[in-house]
């Protein structure tokens, strides 16, 4: 990972050492589409979720830019659970630095690069709430344990906690979409856009672990901390605003880079 990080960085050192440099602010605005986790029947677009929020993007040249984003919003969903409903609705913060690639060079504001399918990936941090009610699963005080493998028969077993929890969870997030954008007038320019983000923690949909069960004074887990993690869609639109223009280049180089 560190390496890929170093190499990452090179290349965007390297192409933007002599290259005319601009920078933009934007809005955001759509809906989450899906949220991929432990619940089964949970189809996309149940219901609109609001998400919205603002960015700052520097750009090293016409196909190379750095994107820092934050977006909020709500998440809720529902589906079962071995046959169970479960359901869930949160407010969750997400900040994200992301690398945009350019398919088609591309410069705010100039005539002759007004568009450019583009795609980003990055890195991230996401701030929710983790609430569950002991037992709310849990179908058979010697079967299925509930939630996060508590078991609302044995109190011994679940570390003194009883009834409803809560948890405020902070977790790394791996960004990565595609998108469209395309210049609307010298400084403006608008965008749609589809974003998924992977989360580092498996609590996203108020599910952890969810088929953990009881055995004696034993409880048995079944999130390795791999692939018991969730994923979240987003699907939105931007309007984007050039702040600064940057120093113009020499019309040799800027003929033959932009």
């Known amino acids: 990972m560190r390496k890929l990080l170093l190499v990452f960085v090179t290349v965007l050192l390297t192409v933007s050492v002599h290259a005319q440099k601009t920078a933009d602010i934007g809005i955001w605005g759509g809906t989450l589409t899906s949220v991929h986790g ?6 996309p677009f149940q219901s609109f979720n609001l998400n919205f929020g603002a960015y700052f993007r520097y750009n090293f040249n016409a196909r190379v830019a750095m994107r820092a984003m934050f977006l909020t919003g709500t998440f809720a969903s529902e589906g079962t659970v071995e046959g169970a409903p479960w359901e869930f609705d949160k407010s969750v913060q997400d900040l994200t630095l992301q690398a945009e690639i350019n398919y088609l060079r591309y410069i705010l504001g100039k005539k002759k690069l007004r568009f450019s399918p583009y795609v980003t990936f990055g ?16 179908t058979d005080p010697d079967g299925p344990a509930g939630i996060m493998g508590f078991n609302p028969d044995h109190p011994e077993l679940n570390g003194g906690v009883v009834g409803d929890y809560e948890e405020s969870i902070t977790t790394l997030t791996i ?19 589809y974003q998924m983000r992977k989360y580092m923690s498996d609590k996203l949909d108020d599910l952890d672990d969810p088929l953990a069960y009881v055995k004696g004074a034993e409880t048995v887990t079944y999130n390795d901390g791999s692939h018991n ?27 033959k880079n932009w």
């Open 38 to 43: 432990d619940m089964d029947e949970d189809a």
């Open 123 to 138: 890195i991230g941090v996401a701030y929710f709430p983790y609430n569950f009610t002991v037992g709310r699963l849990a």
């Open 175 to 193: 960004p990565f979409g595609m998108g469209f954008k395309y210049t609307i007038g010298e400084r403006l320019g608008l965008g749609v856009e």
């Open 229 to 255: 993690n969730d994923w979240a869609g987003y699907l939105g639109v931007h309007l984007t605003y050039m702040i600064f223009t940057g120093k113009k280049a020499c019309p040799a180089y800027d003929a």
